[in-house]
């Protein structure tokens, strides 16, 4: 069975910085992309970051490019997001993501505020 634990989240002045990460497990880690979404509060979950199954390939939204890094360790079978220079709009739950055999599989979420 496929699980995603997201932990790091919390509280975080503007500025600032927090990581995230996933821990997989349940399916082959190192043969599938991994990606990191999130939900603001009211508002849609929409895509933050992406990464390919051999880490080699990354791609981002436009409002954390320069800001966020995702990364993965496929031995741990981890994947991170390094998230500098926060904004008040990061605030959103975040959301680990494993596209496999056709479905979506999600974690629990972890709540990030930026706030001061």
């Known amino acids: 069975q496929v699980q995603l634990v997201e932990s790091g989240g919390g509280l975080v002045q503007p500025g600032g910085s927090l990581r995230l990460s996933c821990s997989a497990s349940g399916f082959t880690f190192s043969s599938y992309h991994m990606s990191w979404y999130r939900q603001p509060p009211g508002k849609e979950r929409e895509l933050v970051a992406r990464i390919t199954s051999a880490g080699v390939g990354t791609n981002y939204a436009d409002s954390v490019k320069g800001r966020f890094t995702i990364s993965r360790d496929n031995h741990k079978k981890t994947v991170d997001l390094q998230m500098n220079s926060l904004k008040p709009e990061d605030t959103a739950v975040y959301y680990c993501?494993?596209?496999?055999?056709?479905?979506?599989?999600w974690g629990q979420g972890t709540q990030v505020t930026v706030s001061s």
């Open positions: 993501n494993a596209y496999i055999w056709s479905n979506d599989h």
